[in-house]
């Protein structure tokens, strides 16, 4: 059950990084992403969702895991 939930973690938090990304690549010629056909605040409210599931997915860390709890938040605030 700890690695599936460990995977569940990388998966969401891949699924907000993917969305940020389309975010930051929104304004690439012909380029259709999520934040393209759906909307920029959307895109945002999403990626915070999948960074809210990682964390709890990593729950069981406790304190080992406020470290990947801090690159997942990383995530949500990158510019590039």
Not at 36 to 41: A, F, S, W
Not at 50 to 61: C, G, N, Q
Not at 72 to 77: C, K, N
């Given at each position: 059950?700890?690695?599936?939930?460990?995977?569940?973690?990388?998966?969401?938090?891949?699924?907000?990084?993917?969305?940020?990304?389309?975010?930051?690549?929104?304004?690439?010629?012909?380029?259709?992403?999520?934040?393209?056909?759906?909307?920029?605040?959307?895109?945002r409210r999403r990626a915070a969702a999948e960074?809210?599931?990682?964390?709890?997915?990593?729950?069981?860390l406790g304190e080992r895991g406020r470290e990947?709890?801090?690159?997942?938040?990383?995530?949500?605030?990158?510019a590039h």
């Amino acid at each position: 059950p700890r690695a599936a939930d460990l995977a569940r973690f990388g998966l969401r938090l891949g699924l907000a990084f993917q969305l940020v990304d389309d975010i930051l690549d929104r304004s690439e010629r012909g380029r259709r992403n999520f934040a393209v056909l759906h909307g920029v605040e959307k895109a945002r409210r999403r990626a915070a969702a999948e960074v809210s599931a990682a964390k709890a997915a990593i729950r069981f860390l406790g304190e080992r895991g406020r470290e990947l709890c801090r690159i997942a938040d990383f995530v949500l605030s990158r510019a590039h």
